[in-house]
């Protein structure tokens, strides 16, 4: 017979101790995802933001030239990774406070503010932050309960029935989460959802659907919806903007600082006007182009008003997600603020509420979530450049082969795009026997516009297989470059070529 029951408390941590810390983690994840949905006030986001910055650019070149898209799944599993380890590594603290001091309830308290404050910290979300903080709390309270009876340890039971329950947490608050970010109604659901397409736009719409070639094979139209339309960001988590308190400063070498929000700029001449846009990293045959109806106002009234100074005639353009990119003032000035894409709002992804849009150059100076232009005394690198890219500046001529479909009537017809920014295309060639001889191909009238692609048709009849080959002739007479290269640094050149068979006649272009 024992007389007392001593209640077993270890001074160390055991492994149950860390199996608890490591739910407290997750679930403190799970929690803080369950009140800020998929946005920036997701703890993840920040860490997400500094892991992007933090890598080097040989290894971000590597990643768009060679893994592509997925490269964003890997930075964004490693930005989940370190947030669980960092309110894991709370709940460790507070689980050793509890030990230490074999007061539970401290060790508790101390792991439940402790993620707390880390979460509001790097999110600024002091409030949301709960969503983190207090599930650790919890999960550590779980995991510090000192076990009733000495020799028996039902730790095992209880990390089971935790994690258990840890799994039912985080299923909830993904749910949860998941309700959050979509219906929150923010500026990511506001693009295509705001209304009428004013008459000037449809009617330029319409003017590119009676432009189109008719195309059998799966080439998009001359205007690319906001689904087809490609996205190039440096961070997961797009800045969640709002069109009332937004505004667009003038810095740096300038006569007179200015600032104008989103009012003003309404206030200034709208225009409509079609561009495309193509990314310095996109693949020589790769689908990192389109073009959009923009509604907006030309930069130069308003660069013209602060007078700009400075020994390089440079700027250096900034945005919310914190990336910048510097240009010349020249190119700047034929540039374009625009607030509408397609007639409606700017998506959030293409960057609401306003962007930049620089007629021939590439994507990279088309910023988005645009928030400061400041004129420079000498030139800087901008993000892209830091990490070795030379992206700023006009477009190579491209001539895309997209499709590639035998026809009913047995003919084969190729189909595209063609591209050369303000270069305009003048002609587009294919050769069907591997560049011995060159025919014309068919091209969509082109648009109003300095800065548009334009569709390229060319049907005919094959024997066997052929060595199909395409090039592009700008508006300036100039032949699209033979020679070979990658997208790193600035930007693929050659020409698209590739054996098609009449045979497998669902060819797809490589
Ligand atoms: N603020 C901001 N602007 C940005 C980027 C970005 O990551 N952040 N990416 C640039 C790049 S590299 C390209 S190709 C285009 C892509 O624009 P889109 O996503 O609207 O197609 O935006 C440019 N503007
Ligand atoms: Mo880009």
């Known amino acids: ?70 490269g964003h799944l890997l930075h964004i599993a490693l930005s989940f990774a370190i947030a669980v380890g960092v309110l894991a590594g709370t709940a460790t603290v507070g689980l050793l406070v509890a030990r230490r001091t074999e007061r ?15 979460v509001a910290a790097i999110t600024l979300e002091p409030l949301l932050a709960l969503g983190g903080g207090l599930p650790v709390a919890l999960f550590t309270a779980v995991g510090a309960a000192p076990a009733a009876t000495p020799g028996h340890d039902p730790s095992r039971r209880r990390a089971l029935v935790s994690g258990a329950s840890a799994l039912g947490f985080v299923a909830v608050a993904a749910g949860f989460g998941r309700l959050v970010s979509g219906g929150s109604g923010s500026a990511a659901e506001s693009g295509g959802e705001d209304g009428e397409v004013d008459e000037e736009v449809a009617t330029l719409m319409t003017e590119a659907e009676d432009n189109s070639l008719d195309i059998e094979g799966d080439v998009p139209g001359l205007v690319s919806t906001f689904e087809e339309f490609y996205n190039v960001d440096i961070a997961e988590f797009d800045p969640d903007l709002s069109a009332e308190d937004w505004s667009l400063t003038f810095t740096g070498e300038v006569g007179e600082e200015r600032e104008i929000n989103f009012e003003d700029l309404h206030e200034m001449p709208t225009e409509r006007r079609f561009v495309t846009l193509r990314c310095v990293g996109e693949d020589l045959n790769g689908h990192k182009l389109d073009t959009a109806v923009w509604t907006g106002t030309p930069i130069e009234p308003l660069l013209e008003e602060v007078d700009p100074g400075g020994e390089c005639g440079c700027a250096m353009v900034r945005a919310e997600d914190d990336y910048f990119v510097q240009f010349p003032v020249e190119a700047l000035e034929d540039g374009f603020l625009a607030w509408g894409m397609n007639g409606q709002s700017l998506p959030q992804s293409h960057g609401y509420p306003v962007r930049v849009l620089i007629p021939g150059h590439w994507g990279e100076t088309n910023v988005k979530w645009l928030s400061e232009i400041e004129l420079l005394e000498e030139e800087m690198d901008g993000y892209w450049e830091e990490r070795g890219w030379h992206g700023t500046g006009p477009v190579n001529t491209v001539a895309k082969l997209w499709s590639d479909t035998t026809l009913e009537n047995g003919n084969m017809e190729l189909a595209g795009h063609a591209y050369a920014g303000t270069r305009g295309i003048e002609r587009v060639e294919v050769s069907t026997n591997g560049g011995n001889t060159w025919t014309d191909a068919e091209l969509s009238e082109p648009l109003p516009g300095e800065d548009v692609w334009r569709q390229w048709r060319h049907e005919f009849e094959p024997d066997e297989s052929h060595d199909v080959v395409v090039r592009a002739i700008d508006g300036e007479g100039a032949l699209q470059p033979q020679e070979e290269s990658g997208s790193f640094p600035s930007g693929a050149s050659g020409w698209v070529s590739k054996t098609v068979n009449p045979m497998d006649s669902m060819g797809e272009s490589a």
């Open 104 to 118: 539970p309830v401290a060790g508790v308290l101390f792991a439940g503010l402790l993620a707390w404050g880390i």
């Open 1 to 70: 017979m024992t007389d007392t029951i001593t209640r077993y408390v270890p001074d160390q941590l055991t492994r149950s101790d860390l199996l608890f810390a490591l739910l407290s983690g997750l679930v403190g994840v799970a929690g803080s995802y369950a009140v800020a949905g998929y946005t920036r006030q997701f703890v993840v986001a920040p860490i997400d933001a500094l892991v992007v910055r933090a890598t080097p650019g040989p290894v971000v070149a590597f990643m768009i030239e060679n893994v592509g898209e997925q």
